[in-house]
């Protein structure tokens, strides 16, 4: 069974500039969720998406949003970038239901803002 | 929402045993997760506490009591291969967010 895929792998941009990355979950998971991590700092949660609704947000601002599709696939989307948004972009699925299910995470998206 | 609250560091050498503890502040939660993350890698699922007791797996161990709101990821017979970052983590049983701590840096020396 196919890992959870993010794309791409690396990423540059400049402030100002919009980003947008892209997870496929696994096959089968209904829930992806979206983390973002800095050198010291633990995973902040960003948002997750179950079905194609949003379940519920992290303590970001409204430059960060997402949206999944209807095959599960989700994307995330960072407006006006900031230096500050350079981070580690982790995406993760599950089944989504049930209580708590293991978090199955992708190799994510290294961002850096020039 | 959720604080938990672990060590950022613990260094020991090969052979050696590890605990890792994890407070947390929360009014309920499912249960306590672990996940390893070497460095440059992708977080990995270790294990999970829904209730209150040790769960072993393999060299690893995981416990918890929800009356101290406290866990602990035990590491027996340390290898160099265990040289990681692991964070505990719970989902809130209200809003079923998913929060992580800052994460442990475990070094194994020779």
């Known amino acids: 069974k196919a890992g959870v895929t993010q794309t791409p792998r690396y990423l540059i941009k400049t402030r100002g500039q919009q980003v947008t990355l892209s997870c496929s979950p696994i096959?089968?998971?209904?829930?992806v969720s979206w983390y973002q991590q800095t050198p010291g700092q633990g995973l902040q949660f960003l948002f997750e998406?179950?079905?194609?609704?949003?379940?519920n947000k992290g303590n970001f601002p409204g430059r960060f949003s997402g949206r999944q599709f209807s095959n599960s696939r989700s994307e995330m989307n960072v407006s006006t970038l900031e230096l500050g948004d350079s981070a580690l972009y982790l995406c993760?699925?599950?089944?989504?239901?049930?209580?708590?299910?293991?978090?199955?995470f992708g190799d994510g998206t290294r961002l850096s803002i020039l | 929402g959720q604080s938990l609250e672990q060590p950022s560091e613990v260094t020991a050498v090969e052979g050696a045993i590890v605990q890792i503890n994890c407070t947390y502040q929360?009014?309920?939660?499912?249960?306590l997760s672990w996940y390893q993350q070497h460095d440059g890698g992708a977080p990995t699922f270790l294990s999970y506490?829904?209730?209150?007791g040790l769960e072993e797996t393999g060299r690893f161990s995981s416990f918890l009591s929800r009356s101290d709101s406290y866990g602990y990821l035990l590491l027996q017979e340390l290898q160099m291969k265990d040289s990681a970052s692991y964070f505990c983590?719970?989902?809130?049983?209200?809003?079923?967010?998913?929060?992580f701590g800052a994460g442990t840096t475990v070094t194994v020396r020779a």
């Open positions: 993760a699925s599950s089944t989504g239901t049930g209580g708590e299910q293991p978090q199955h």
């Open positions: 096959s089968g998971h209904r829930s």
């Open positions: 998406y179950f079905s194609e609704t949003q379940r």
């Open positions: 929360t009014s309920g939660f499912y249960g």
């Open positions: 506490n829904a209730l209150d």
């Open positions: 983590a719970v989902r809130d049983r209200g809003d079923y967010k998913l929060s």
